[in-house]
């Protein structure tokens, strides 16, 4: 009779790669999965003790995925050091403008080796850092040592095991290498890339124009106006791209194109649902009160915008969106302002 094999050993006595994950959310839940059927053994952490006792006892995240049954190579637990002793991969996923408190507290339980992974798609607020750049300074490791994973993955997807692909951005192209292999299962195709600049840049400033397609969507506006914000969005990302030493190829692909569109089209996208709550009237207060999950592009549209200003790079679909999520412009009236802008050649 074969035995089973035990935690931690893959096949054959090989040590299973380890994997801990920072967060118990929507995409953390769903790249926890992905992790596991590629063969990794994870400790995914979580703050609350019944987020705990549910995915230990009862294989679930009930309040993300009801009803999805979570492999038996993930536990949990509400103890940091717990889940970071020992981790190959530590991936971070939690709202980006609390990763610095969050990763300030985890890094003394850090393994000495491991390779930081970020999930975040959002630019800090007053110090318009990318999430990579956070953690870097935070914990005190060299760009080499983070990672980001990133492209069109709507959570929901991933863990129904529908087809997706995705980039594993790193600097160091080995580190990329090591981390695409420990997250490539038949239903989740991870490609490398070493500009990890315009990675983030692409999911940091998607969900900006996603919140755009939504309003527009929210207000009627039609596919013309749909495609229009998501290809002229597509232009400002490239423009601070540029400006910032981004590989402006990184936009036509996964990071850039692949995850604008299936933020803007689907009814999944939370920046894309909140926007369109936005379009059909309801006032900031009233469409964070109806939306259960961090949707990024609230609070990084207003950092995107710092951002480009600082590298003098003109994003007037970003500004719209401060306008009319932070400053109470009203849709028509910001719609108005934006269609009414000196016309100019489309390259500018």
């Not at 971070?92 to 975040?120: E, F, G, I, K, Y």
């Not at 596919?223 to 990302?237: P, V």
């Amino acid at each position: 009779m074969t035995q089973p094999e035990q935690p931690g050993h893959a096949a054959g006595g090989a040590r299973r790669p380890k994997a801990a994950v920072f967060g118990s959310g929507s995409w953390g839940t769903a790249f926890a999965i992905v992790l596991a059927d590629a063969g990794c053994e994870v400790v995914t952490w979580a703050r609350r003790k019944e987020v705990v006792d549910a995915i230990n006892t009862g294989r679930t995240n009930p309040d993300y995925f009801p009803g999805a049954e979570l492999p038996a190579s993930i536990r949990a637990t509400t103890d940091p050091a717990e889940a970071a002793h020992g981790a190959d991969f530590t991936v971070l996923s939690v709202p980006s403008q609390t990763l610095r408190d969050n990763l300030a507290a985890w890094t003394p339980h850090l393994a000495p080796d491991t390779l930081l992974v970020s999930l975040m798609k959002g630019i800090e607020l007053g110090s318009a850092k990318r999430m990579s750049e956070v953690i870097g300074e935070v914990a005190g490791v060299l760009e080499e040592r983070v990672a980001v994973v990133t492209g069109p993955n709507l959570a929901k997807e991933i863990v129904a095991r529908m087809p997706a692909a995705a980039v594993v951005a790193c600097r160091d192209e080995e580190n990329a290498r090591r981390l695409q292999a420990a997250c490539h299962t038949p239903y989740f195709r991870p490609y490398t890339n070493t500009d990890v600049v315009g990675c983030e840049l692409g999911g940091a400033v998607k969900n900006v124009i996603g919140l755009a397609v939504g309003i527009a969507d929210g207000m009627g506006l039609g596919d013309n106006a749909k495609g229009s914000l998501i290809t002229r969005g597509l232009a400002e990302t490239t423009r601070l791209g540029l400006a910032m030493g981004a590989d402006p190829l990184t936009f036509s692909g996964l990071a850039g194109l692949g995850d604008l569109v299936a933020t803007c089209s689907s009814p999944l996208s939370r920046n894309h649902t909140f926007g369109t709550n936005l379009g059909r009237g309801m006032t900031l207060a009233e469409t964070i009160a109806v939306t259960r999950q961090t949707a990024e592009g609230v609070k990084s549209c207003e950092s995107v915008l710092d951002l480009a200003r600082r590298h003098g790079v003109d994003m007037p679909i970003t500004e719209t969106v401060v306008g009319i999520v932070h400053e109470g412009k009203p849709p028509m009236v910001a719609l108005k302002e934006l269609m009414s802008r000196a016309a100019k050649p489309e390259r500018r």
